[in-house]
């Protein structure tokens, strides 16, 4: 499939940044023309829930602005935001190359998104027709869940402003713009992300800003980008971040 004819089929590529753009030529790029014309472009909130687990697999989605977040509710009904998803991706391509029938996680938009949608029964299709697809899917996946393993591991061995330290260094590596890393949703967003409490959190904040790792700004938290490496280097000291 030809870049003029992607672009044709997602005009938004043109808006996204290069990186992302590239990601969308890669995936898609033996993909047959029916393929395109299977493509559905949906607009997002902010906060949308799409995705819920163990609802029945009926469509793949790629992300092709904005941000999303992938979320874990088994642990005493508490809210855990174990995974956010900037890249192309395919949601629901793990369930179908592991044969399973319902989505195993819930899935929410951080920021409004532009997202790719096609049905799994078009999904399934080209897959089975595909080796460099297949190939493909199977290469994120086996990336996404070796660097759940990675991460499910490090956590382990870090409690308290340690692992809201790893969370920041984690974010401002791929979110901070102009060396500076700015996190709304406060407190209790950051209890989500980090699956402490809010009274852990309370104290964790207390103590880096005390530290002068981060600072405070209303609802706001920012790290520029010495204090992102004083924290990675803390945080190194502990465990291996390379």
């Given at each position: 499939?030809?870049?003029?004819?992607?672009?044709?089929?997602?005009?938004?590529?043109?808006?996204?940044?290069?990186?992302?753009?590239?990601?969308?030529?890669?995936?898609?790029?033996?993909?047959?023309?029916?393929?395109?014309?299977?493509?559905?472009?949906?607009?997002?909130?902010?906060?949308?829930?799409?995705?819920?687990?163990?609802?029945?697999?009926?469509?793949?989605?790629?992300?092709?602005?904005?941000?999303?977040?992938?979320?874990?509710?088994?642990?005493?009904?508490?809210?855990?935001?174990?995974m956010r998803f900037d890249n192309v991706y395919a949601m629901g391509g793990m369930e179908y190359i592991m044969d399973m029938k319902t989505y195993r996680t819930t899935l929410r938009t951080v920021t409004k998104c532009t997202v790719v949608k096609m049905s799994r029964a078009n999904f399934e299709k080209w897959m089975s027709s595909d080796?460099?697809?297949?190939?493909?899917?199977?290469?994120?996946?086996?990336?996404?869940?070796?660097?759940?393993?990675?991460?499910?591991?490090?956590?382990?061995?870090?409690?308290?402003?340690?692992?809201?330290?790893?969370?920041?260094?984690?974010?401002?590596?791929?979110?901070?713009?102009?060396?500076?890393?700015?996190?709304?949703?406060?407190?209790?967003?950051?209890?989500?992300?980090?699956?402490?409490?809010?009274?852990?959190?309370?104290?964790?904040?207390?103590?880096?800003?005390?530290?002068?790792?981060?600072?405070?700004?209303?609802?706001?938290?920012?790290?520029?980008?010495?204090?992102?490496?004083?924290?990675?280097?803390?945080?190194?000291?502990?465990?291996?971040?390379?």
């Amino acid at each position: 499939m030809g870049c003029k004819t992607l672009y044709e089929a997602l005009p938004f590529l043109k808006d996204i940044d290069k990186k992302r753009q590239e990601q969308f030529k890669e995936y898609f790029r033996t993909a047959p023309l029916w393929v395109m014309d299977s493509f559905q472009i949906e607009e997002m909130d902010k906060g949308v829930i799409f995705v819920r687990e163990n609802a029945p697999v009926e469509n793949i989605y790629f992300i092709g602005k904005g941000i999303i977040e992938a979320i874990d509710y088994r642990v005493h009904g508490v809210a855990y935001e174990f995974m956010r998803f900037d890249n192309v991706y395919a949601m629901g391509g793990m369930e179908y190359i592991m044969d399973m029938k319902t989505y195993r996680t819930t899935l929410r938009t951080v920021t409004k998104c532009t997202v790719v949608k096609m049905s799994r029964a078009n999904f399934e299709k080209w897959m089975s027709s595909d080796i460099h697809a297949l190939k493909q899917e199977a290469k994120q996946i086996g990336n996404y869940l070796l660097e759940e393993g990675r991460k499910g591991r490090m956590m382990l061995f870090l409690q308290g402003a340690d692992r809201l330290a790893m969370l920041l260094v984690e974010r401002f590596e791929r979110y901070a713009k102009n060396d500076i890393l700015q996190v709304k949703g406060g407190q209790q967003g950051l209890s989500n992300s980090t699956g402490l409490c809010l009274k852990t959190i309370n104290r964790a904040v207390k103590k880096l800003s005390e530290e002068g790792l981060i600072e405070k700004e209303g609802n706001k938290i920012l790290v520029n980008r010495s204090q992102y490496e004083r924290m990675k280097d803390m945080i190194s000291k502990i465990v291996a971040l390379e």
